[in-house]
């Protein structure tokens, strides 16, 4: 395996992983960057991770944890970061990171992240962030937005603080292992407070048996009425039987369903992780609907 560069016509950098080998292992992988830095950083991450990929396909080493796998990739790395770092620092340094990984972190982590950069609390050094500056966010943020949204954004402040750490970002380990561990017991007195609170259930259930005809009426009657061909009760009680989002299920193709084993997997999602979801039978107020016309 080798490493190499190519300049797009339209200016970007793609970075290469190249394995030449027609009966490879580990196949090549490529991708496409705004600059050469970022690039570089990606090819020399992706090319050990490659490595111990083949190694364990040729049972030469054991199996790592991720996070292991993780401190090998930036076993090199420098760190940079220290209690005077701005929580502003912390979150760029994290971005860097995680989106130089092959599995970086959800979209709502990393757009919570960039909404804390843009509130006042981004601009205080690590070692005067506590319960009083973590307060005054969530205040500021409950004002336009659900308790809920604000825990995604501490608990995606956590977590980079945690996987930097864990990283040896920082450049003194019982220095960030004591602001983590203030951060913890910060976090736990505002879900106490009520400042922060877990999502509430979303779960929507039909309530009867003729509000699911009147809705599914509804649904024939406006794909009649606008001619589109699509058959809106029959997605209505797909969604009811699946249980899947709307990008979930209507980027499913027919390979994906496994008919024989009652299986489908789901490769597009809100996780972007593939997986596969065994099918139910069928909710009981759509056992018994009537036949014909609802």
Not at 91 to 96: K, R, S
Not at 121 to 126: M, T
Not at 256 to 267: G, K, L, W, Y
Not at 275 to 288: K, Q
């Amino acid at each position: 395996m080798h490493k190499k560069f190519r300049v797009k016509t339209n200016g970007r950098i793609q970075a290469i992983i190249e394995n030449r080998a027609k009966d490879a292992i580990v196949k090549s992988k490529s991708k496409t960057f705004a600059s050469r830095a970022e690039a570089e950083a990606w090819a020399a991450n992706m090319f050990v991770v490659m490595e111990r990929q083949y190694q364990q396909a040729i049972g030469q080493v054991n199996e790592l944890s991720e996070t292991q796998l993780k401190r090998v990739v930036f076993r090199n790395h420098q760190p940079k970061l220290d209690a005077k770092s701005s929580v502003k620092d912390v979150i760029n340094a994290y971005l860097d990171y995680t989106n130089s990984m092959p599995l970086p972190a959800s979209s709502t982590t990393q757009d919570a992240l960039r909404t804390v950069c843009k509130y006042q609390l981004a601009n205080y050094p690590l070692c005067f962030v506590g319960y009083e500056t973590l307060e005054q966010y969530c205040k500021e943020r409950n004002a336009t937005c659900s308790s809920s949204t604000t825990r995604i954004e501490i608990s995606s402040l956590k977590r980079a603080l945690r996987e930097l750490r864990e990283m040896n970002k920082f450049s003194k380990a019982t220095e960030s292992e004591q602001l983590e561990a203030h951060f913890e017991s910060s976090y736990a007195t505002l879900k106490k407070n009520g400042l922060i609170s877990d999502s509430k259930s979303r779960n929507r259930r039909i309530k009867d048996r003729n509000e699911l005809r009147r809705l599914l009426s509804s649904a024939q009657e406006f794909s009649s009425r606008n001619k589109s061909g699509v058959r809106y009760d029959y997605l209505i009680l797909l969604y009811i039987e699946t249980t899947l989002r709307a990008s979930e299920l209507l980027s499913l193709r027919w390979e994906d369903i496994d008919f024989n084993r009652h299986r489908f997997t789901v490769a597009v999602g809100k996780n972007v992780r593939p997986g596969t979801n065994g099918t139910r039978e069928a909710p009981r107020i759509v056992r018994n609907r009537s036949p014909g016309p609802y």
